[in-house]
T-cell receptor, first 116, second 113 residues
């Protein structure tokens, strides 16, 4: 079945450091890939997505490139801020289900703490 | 931005009791979902709901679980006889037609004692 593996946390960085959170996947078909973020006390929010190979999703300074050859979708940010402290989830959706289906497969989540 | 609202934020119950978790999806959304996350594990899909019926469910969603949209605004998840292993954070989500973006609520932490 489909699966997502992301790096274990927690990750602690100083402000302005470079961030990489690794994510690899296993899926049949051609999945769409997502990064969700959960700030303390809030629900999961879509951060960025990519729907086909070589697409780059970007938002709020975060980027991730859909790499089909390495089945990866690593999240990067050049300079993190304290406000980026949150839990980050990598997820995929495959398209072999019907239009109403939206079964996301998630990774375990990576907790990021950014210190001043 | 519009929000999905879940109540309560925390629920404590005794094993064998029934619980109902409540969600108010975004008003013009038509697709509704429940996910859960057991502590330290992955967020897992439970069920999707569209046009007043279940459109997809996972193996987790057995006969002890049910969903309902009783009044056109609320979307509920009922667990008939809770087990210790049902302790988890339960997330409700909704989606508009065509859009690929899921909007999640902040979750209900269920603790079964």
């Amino acid at each position: 079945g489909d699966s997502v593996t992301q790096m274990e946390g927690p990750v602690t960085l100083s402000e302005e450091a470079f961030l990489t959170i690794n994510c690899t996947y296993t899926a049949t078909g051609y999945p769409s890939l997502f990064w969700y973020v959960q700030y303390p006390g809030e629900g999961l929010q879509l951060l960025l997505k990519a729907t086909k190979a070589d697409d780059k999703g970007s938002n709020k300074g975060f980027e991730a490139t859909y790499r089909k050859e390495t089945t990866s979708f690593h999240l990067e940010k050049g300079s993190v801020q304290v406000s980026d402290s949150a839990v980050y989830f990598c997820a995929l959706r495959t398209w072999y289900s019907g239009a109403g289906s939206y079964q996301l497969t998630f990774g375990k989540g990576t907790k990021l703490s950014v210190i001043p | 931005e519009p929000e999905v609202t879940q109540t309560p934020s925390h629920q404590v119950t005794q094993m064998g009791q029934e619980v109902i978790l409540r969600c108010v999806p975004i008003s013009n959304h038509l697709y509704f979902y429940w996910y859960r996350q057991i502590l330290g594990q992955k967020v897992e899909f439970l069920v999707s709901f569209y046009n007043n019926e279940i459109s997809e469910k996972s193996e987790i969603f057995d006969d002890q679980f049910s969903v309902e949209r009783p009044d056109g605004s609320n979307f509920t998840l009922k667990i008939r006889s809770t087990k210790l292993e049902d302790s988890a954070m339960y997330f409700c989500a909704s989606r508009a037609p065509v859009w690929e973006k899921l909007f999640f609520g902040s979750g209900t932490q269920l603790s079964v004692l």
